[in-house]
Structure formats: C-alpha cells, structure tokens
C-alpha cells in the first residue's frame, strides 16, 4: 500500500517505502516515478507533461540494464534524494549532455553504498553538474587526460591514435576564458596554483619513452651494460636503435627495484631516459599538429590559467563521467583508480 505522505508549503517529501523482497525493475519504476511526483514544483499543465516525459525518459534510461543487486539501492532515502535531483534537473533543462552526465553519474551512486569519499564525491558532482557548461566540462577533461591518466600504449602511434580518439573529441571546439576558470575554482572543481606545468612537460613525464630518437650501444655506460639487457628494447621511432622498454621513470624505477639493482646502476639506468631525447617544445608540437582540436588545446592551455589548475575530487570525478560519454568504449577504467 502506497504511503501518503505531506508536506507545507516549500518542502520537500522522499518517500522511503517498505520493501519487503527485493526490488524488481517495475518496483525500482514505481519508486522512482513517486520520488518525482510527490517532489517537483508546480508547473502549468503544459509544461508539467514536458518534464514528466523528460523526467520518465531519464528514468527508464537509468534503469534500464542495471543489475537486481543494484536497484536495491533504491531502499536508500539518500539515493532517492539524489535521484530526485537528477530527474528534476533533466527535467527543467532537456539538455542531453546533461542527461548522459547525471545519468552516468546516478549509476555511480547507486553503486556506492559505503559512506566514502567516492560516495561523497559522486554526490556532490551530482550537485554542481547542472552549473556547468559544456566548455567547463571541456576544459575539466583535458585537465583529466593531461594530468591524471597514464594511456596505455605500445608505439607512438598508438599513442598519437588515442589522443586523437579520447581527448580531441573531448575537448572539440574548446572556449575558455580567465572567468570560465575562476567560475570552475568557485564551482569547486579546480584549484588555482602559482605554479604551471606547459603541455610538453607533462607528456615528456608521462609518455618519455614515446618520444626518444633512441640511442647506440656505445652510449649505455660500461658500469650498467652487463645488467641493462631486460630493460632495453627496439626504439620507437628508430629501430636501429636502442631505448628503455619503458615509458616514464616510474615505470623505470619499478622494474629496476623488481631487478634488486644497486642505487648506482639505477640512477644510470634512469639517465638513459634522456639521452636522444626530444625537447618539451617539439613534444607540444607534435601533439598539436594530430588534430586541430588539440592545437586549440595546447594555445588556450599555454595562454590561460589553465596551465595552473589542479583537479579537486569533484573536478576529477566529473571529468572522468564526461570522458567516458564522449570516448565510450575507448575508455573504460573505473572512478575508484582516481578517487579512492
């Protein structure tokens, strides 16, 4: 039996029903279609069967596919606080980017039972999506892809195949100004430092094996060339000559403790990560030139306070939603690697 259930004037009502077994799809319906009903403000009629569809639409979108396990989420008040919310923001603003946001957002929380920091985060980015707009969102991604993500690669034109499938789709027709950054840092999503990183910098830290002209045998020092065999392989972009079979001193360090090698042969290892290497400079143009998209990112990143920000959780978390709606299947690591 459906509860009743009232409020006064400007409250709002979320109605945790008794469940006595597990919850079936139209049950999870039934309860989501309520959530909507019993809280979204008065509209004329007209506009009141526009977000009802809108709101129904994103609904059976949501729930469609999602394991039983996880509609049993929806016993939760705080799930049903945040469904609401995401009904009511699709429904008033019929924006389909948004829709895929919240929506992909939703499932996140309906996956996060625990009260954590992914939980936490989830909820609060379920709050400040519908003040973003699709350059905010833009300019959070790339923050995302450039500083956060490690894209797993074999050549360097694997590499230069996902920036072109993952981020310049992402960040496809970027405007972003002094304000637009300001705005993100108020939003929460970004913090703005003193110091700035320039786009070459960080793929030369991130992907430093992706962009070596290699080296000879006769540039290995003599101390390191009995034990530096299981760490070389063919250059990428030369193979007549030799490289690190590694793409960045991290992975470097991780393979020579793997070794058990003593810090003087380490430390000449690593140094051979820089020998033939190319410049910050021609590793920003080299990745501009793959796509127009990506030269507008690297002159905005370079001109703009951009190069100052720093993710948040919030700015994380909706970077990684965004990314995954725009790269699909190209992309597929879950929240927790980044928010843990």
Known sequence: MRQEQRGGDNSTNFQAEVIHAGITYRDA???????YNDNIPKFTEIA????????????????????????????????????FFAQQEFACSGDEQLGDVLMDLMRKRMKSPQRDIK??????????????????????????????IRLGIASVADLHAKMRTILAPAVYGLEVSEADLAY???????????????IGDILLETYKGAFSRGFTEEQIPETVRPVIAPFLGACF??????QLAALNAEIVGKLTEEQKLDDPYRA???????????????AAEEFS???????NLTEIYHSSSLKNCQ?????????HTNLRRVAGEAFDPGLEIWVK
């Open 29 to 35: 319906r039934d309860i989501a279609t309520d959530v």
């Open 48 to 83: 009141r069967q526009v977000a009802l569809d809108r709101a129904m639409s994103f609904t059976d979108t949501l729930l469609d596919g999602i394991p039983s396990e996880t509609l049993q989420a929806l016993k939760d008040p705080d799930v049903q606080r945040a469904l």
């Open 119 to 148: 939980q936490l985060a989830v909820t609060e980015s379920l709050k400040t999506a519908p003040k973003l707009s699709a350059n905010h969102f833009s300019a959070l991604t790339a923050l995302f892809v450039l500083t956060r």
């Open 184 to 198: 993100l840092e108020y939003a929460g999503c970004v913090s703005i430092q003193i110091t700035s990183h320039n």
């Open 237 to 242: 972009r030369d193979p007549a000559k030799l």
């Open 268 to 282: 000449s290892i690593l140094n051979l990560l820089n020998v033939g290497l190319m410049s910050s400079a021609e």
């Open 289 to 295: 030139d793959l796509h127009p998209a990506l030269r």
């Open 311 to 319: 993710l948040t959780t919030v700015g994380i978390t909706l970077a």
